[in-house]
């Protein structure tokens, strides 16, 4: 089951804003370590949900990990080879709007090192460039 | 505070965010001070400077002597420092002059020592809660940073504001209840652990809808009533 809201006001939506760079969402909050984000775009639920599996695994189950971003966002998509027109697709999947600054997840009770490099792996899985944080 | 630190700053005449802009380009960190009166004065400071200074000490609520162009060195108490949320580049930075002989209310930052018995022998995972610890006392009095030793937490203790001992010239502010550190069981996880059962189709419900196949209606009704 990937990650989406439970209730929502409206099915649809517009595709909005991406203009700018995190307001908020932007420091390490909770953990030691995280990865945030350089760049901008749609972060998709099954992207979110393989970065975490990747950080678990990688982290053999020890310490915490917490994602800092919601796909609150549904994309609809139309059916291929269907003619234009005849009204908006139907929502396909849920994004997270990822801007320049926001703090994708976070990481504590490991290692630098595992921390490093659990977080490396889940960079690999998103399509915005990231780096490693932590604190001084 | 155990050293004196030393910091120069120049008068600015230029304000606002394009010629602060133009000041960074040129590695010069647009900043305030703050007298004790009250009036402020528009300075700027050598961020090559600044950035070391920073980096040699751990918090950010630093007792300086800042050297103004005109007049003796001030006593000022680093009050904020802004940080580019993209590449952590210092942005401005906030100086307050005070009176050596009246306290202050600072936060002083909080740092755990030792390697829990919860962590060590029972693979727990260490929750630091508290980052920061605001205090009040003389400014000589405010400590780089407050050590709190956790290796006697188990597993499911828990370290709170009450337990922690400082320096009898520091009165701590915060709520004694807060936690400051805890010990977690270990996880036993269970792979798909996100979501419920509910709407495992797919489609989450919508606020107001009556029923699940009345969303697309809804919103061909709004079109038409837009139409009219």
Redesign the interface.
Known sequence: ????????????QQRGSRKG??QSG??LSFG?YGLKS?GRGWVRADQI?AC??AV?RHMK????VWIRIFPDKPVSQKPLETRQGK?KGD?EFWVATVR??TMLFEV??VSLQVARESLRLAASKLPVSTRF?HRT | MADEITLTAANRAVSGSGAARRLRRTGIVPAIYTGEAGGSELIQLNGHDFELLLQRHHGESLVIDLQLEKGKAKKVLLKEVQHDPLHDNILHADFLEISMTKKLRVGVPLNLTGEPIGVSAEGGTLNHLLRELEIECLPMDIPEEILVDVSALGIGGLLRVSDVTVDPALEIIAEPTVGVAGVEAPRVEEEPEVGEEEGAEGEPKVIGDKGEGDAPDSDEKEAASDES
């Open positions: 089951m990937p990650l989406m809201p439970k209730r929502v006001k409206h099915r649809k760079i995190a932007n420091r030691e350089m949900e975490r599996v678990t189950r020890k310490g915490k009204g929502p320049p600054g504590a009770g944080v």
